[in-house]
């Protein structure tokens, strides 16, 4: 029987969202399935994924000049290049990640002749990130793009109401609400030996540690972290905040903590800490008591499904699909851009440590019924069986 041949391409091997979800999907795909896998090149301040694929035996290929920043000269190199791929590999199923995969690989596959070209949105910029023309300017181009595509598949409920209904991207026949998957059975592995090592190199002792997880940059907002932070100072609580994840912005950021005490070193006592990345990030998990993310966008915000396995409540901005991947109240609190609010969410957790321990437990049961890559698998199967056999 002859294999389906997929070429997967993600905007670039940095650790997310994208990189989990590609590499799952080219590791643990039927046999009746053959993958190869290509991307762009990380940013700078961000982590190289390549490890979460080695640790998967997946292969991949990269291609330097697909980047995160807009170069009509890189993407013109990165789009031949692209081309020259499907040319060699002649793939029966074309399935892109993100933007910039997205515009140059369907586009390249759309001229090739490629039977099935799919689409995954893990986020978006149609609105607030750029000016009112370049929004509509984007919004175009994407609508375009997705006449080129036979099927689009968005993770979440509300991001199909955005892209869908909202800003009309694209029809309701060709998109697929189907979420993120991931390995999460780790995350419940050996906790307290896990607790014990990171909090012993990062010198926490009984204080109740708070996590903030992912790439420094202004989308995620740190600042309102912070923010939260100093409204906490004002209550009688012990607590440690770990900023877990790099960027270029974060030796200002650290330079705008004065009120502070700060450290990046191990070891050190402060009320700040930043870890830079940690690879492997369920030990880390298992050394926090509460996750927070306050991000102004998500697509699914992975390190909320994480720190729900590893059994630690969380409190998150409403950002994107953040209501769709916690159970409100019960595996977390949702709130608004408000420092206050935030502080109030935080301190409720501190102080009640019954209370953490019961929206752990709720959090872990919900994520591993709906966001394990098994299913994640099961789902674009059906999606990749059903398009290849109507054409």
């Known amino acids: 029987m002859k294999k389906i041949k997929v070429l997967r391409i993600i905007n670039r091997f940095n650790v997310g969202g994208p990189t989990y979800n590609a590499a799952y999907l080219s590791a643990y795909l039927p046999e009746t399935f ?3 896998l290509i991307g762009g090149s990380p940013a700078a301040g961000e982590a190289h994924s390549g490890y979460i694929l080695d640790a998967l035996h997946v292969p991949y290929e990269e291609i330097p000049e697909m980047s995160r920043s807009v170069s009509l000269l890189n993407d013109l190199r990165a789009f031949r290049k692209i081309r020259k791929i499907i040319k ?3 793939p029966d199923i074309i399935h892109t990640h993100a933007a910039k995969a997205g515009a140059l690989g369907r586009i390249a596959g759309w001229i090739a002749g490629t039977p099935v070209i799919v689409h995954t949105y893990h986020g978006h910029v149609f609105s607030g990130y750029f000016s009112a023309w370049k929004s509509r300017l984007v919004r175009f181009v994407e609508r375009t793009l997705c006449k080129l595509t036979h099927h689009v598949v968005v993770i979440s409920e509300q991001q199909f109401d955005e892209i869908v209904n909202h800003f009309r991207i694209t029809t309701p026949q060709k998109a697929h609400i189907i979420p993120l998957g991931f390995d999460l059975n780790r995350f419940s ?17 009984e204080e109740v540690a ?19 932070l100093r409204e906490l100072r004002k209550k009688d609580l012990k607590w440690k905040a770990l900023v877990i994840g790099d960027g270029e912005g974060k030796e200002s950021m650290m330079q705008s903590l004065a009120d502070f005490t ?15 990345w940690e690879r492997q990030v369920d030990e880390a998990l298992a050394g ?16 909320l499904i994480e720190a729900q396995a590893s059994h630690k409540p969380v409190v998150s901005t409403n950002a994107g699909g953040v209501r769709n991947c916690i159970l409100p109240d019960k595996s977390g609190f949702i709130t608004e851009m408000n420092a206050i609010d935030i502080a109030n969410h935080i301190e409720t957790l501190i102080t009640d440590a019954t209370l953490r321990e019961s929206m752990g437990n709720a959090g872990h049961q919900f994520v591993l019924q709906k966001y394990h890559y098994s299913r ?8 990749y069986e059903s398009a290849w056999h109507r054409k």
């Open 262 to 276: 700060v450290t990046d070193q191990k070891g050190t006592d402060a009320e700040i800490i930043f870890t830079s």
């Open 34 to 36: 053959e993958t190869k």
């Open 88 to 90: 060699e590999y002649q």
């Open 210 to 228: 708070i996590g903030i997880i992912g790439r420094i940059a202004p989308v995620k907002n740190h600042a309102l972290f912070f923010d939260a």
């Open 376 to 383: 994640l698998c099961a789902d674009i199967v059906q999606l």
């Open 288 to 303: 926090l008591d509460i996750v927070v993310l306050t991000s102004h966008s998500e697509g699914t915000p992975v390190s």
């Open 189 to 205: 592995d050996r906790i307290p030996e896990k607790r014990k090592a990171f909090r012993e190199k990062w010198h926490l002792k």
